[in-house]
């Protein structure tokens, strides 16, 4: 079974940084597209970065130039670099796993995370 847990999250000010992991058991993760989501209160979840099991990254606008993809396969670990918050940048972010196509779609991550809170103060 398939199991993501992501952790890192916290209550920042605006401009400063925090890192989310996400750890990824029994499945073979070196092979699947990893990405990471997030939801704002009252809006619908959507794509905030990807990486392909190439390290090919793409993100959204909204957070290109401050945030960051990356992974450790031997470890079965993605995670998300995120510099100079800003209060919009609050959500709960989701990591998800197993994209078929395009990145930026969630309907085509097949295992999804409980999600981690992260606030961001004006």
């Known amino acids: 079974q398939v199991q993501l847990v992501e952790s890192g999250g916290g209550l920042v000010q605006a401009g400063d940084s925090l890192r989310l992991s996400c750890a990824g058991s029994g499945g073979t993760f070196s092979t699947y597209t990893m990405g990471w989501f997030r939801q704002a209160p009252g809006k619908e979840r959507e794509f905030v970065a990807a990486i392909r099991r190439s390290g090919n990254t793409f993100y959204a606008d909204s957070v290109k130039g401050r945030f960051t993809i990356s992974r450790e396969n031997a470890k079965n670990m993605v995670y998300l670099q995120m510099n100079s918050l800003k209060p919009e940048d609050t959500a709960v972010y989701y990591c998800?796993?197993?994209?078929?196509?395009?990145?930026?779609?969630?309907?085509?991550?097949?295992?999804w995370g409980q999600g981690t809170q992260v606030t961001v103060s004006s």
């Open positions: 998800a796993a197993r994209s078929r196509s395009l990145v930026s779609v969630q309907q085509n991550y097949d295992y």
